[in-house]
């Protein structure tokens, strides 16, 4: 799906931190943290919101009153004269809300799109489904995240089964798989380096109004302190399997978002720090039961939509939530392990779903500023073996 004159100002991209599930904002609605970190994050970039056109809403966990979200979010945002489309994909949700925006960006000759995403992992809902023909008329009952994270329904297995089949194919080893996410891990911590200079582009804080005042997240919450030693201690999560609880990521909550317009605006409201074009997304499922492949295949059909080789994109970020995922990206496209991820990864810092790719896309625009500018790609993977991509250049 390839797009033209569809802009994001590189400075109106933004992602809060992300907080491990139950933790410090286990009780905050998805949707008030949806409202609380993009209208700061507007605020801060001094972005005039009365440009807005429309809004688009990504979320994949029901919250209260979520029917309403997308008009009810930008009328606590102030935009009580719009709303827009509640776009729901799994981890793939990101990419499908930017290919949602840039395509009505194109069908109304360049308007502006506020896209903002946000999921939270704790406190799953529960869910009660009437049932006639139960006795009695007795409800079933479904816990919306548990229940979700322990099997795909077609397969009836986990995701790291998905994970465990992809690392048999590959030929993927434990070592390999602990190496992998070691690398991922120092990649993440050279991000922290100069007080965090590099985050602080474009993490936007979570503020949590309480009893006794206020309390700031500006920080990732529940990175784990990995280490070679640490890793190998580790018990495999199936039996005689290559995956432990090291080399997948954790399920957490957040929020990211982004202005999606036209090329002639986006200069204007970026202010002289560079502009990023959407070339194309890609959309891909791979064999039952190998989600980690997706990703690889939905690169391609992006590539091939914007007419680019591989040899022609600087760096890569993924949402990575087994390091299988990057070893196989880097096996069937032979991309350098080293130049993915270069500030770090949903393997690392967790892993909220709808806000997930946002914040990866994010980190993808600093990383080529970085290196002054070019081609870059997004590619992540999303439950029922589905995968999505997104090539984007960075340029002034």
Known sequence: MKFNDVFIPAPLLWSSPFIRWQGQAADISSMDLAVQVTRDALQQRQFDATEVDQLVFGSTIPQHNSFYAPPWIAAQLGLSNIGGPLISQACATAVACLASAAAANSLSGGSTQLVVTADRTSNGPLMVYPRSSGMGGAPSTEHWVLQSFAADPWTGESMVHTAEATARDGGFSRTQCDELTLLRFNQYQSALKNEREAQKRYLQPIVITQRKGRLVLDADEGVADYSTEGLARLKPALPDGVITSGAQTHPADGSAGAVVTSRENARRMASGLGVVEILSVGFARAEKGRMPKAPAIAAQKALLSAGLAMSEVKTITTHNPFAVNDLWLHQATGFALEKMNPLGCSLIYGHPQAPT?????????????????????????AAGDMGAALVLRLSE
């Open 357 to 381: 790719g946002m914040r990866a896309i994010a980190e993808l625009v600093q990383a080529l500023r970085m290196q002054g500018g070019g081609v870059g790609l997004f590619a992540g993977c």
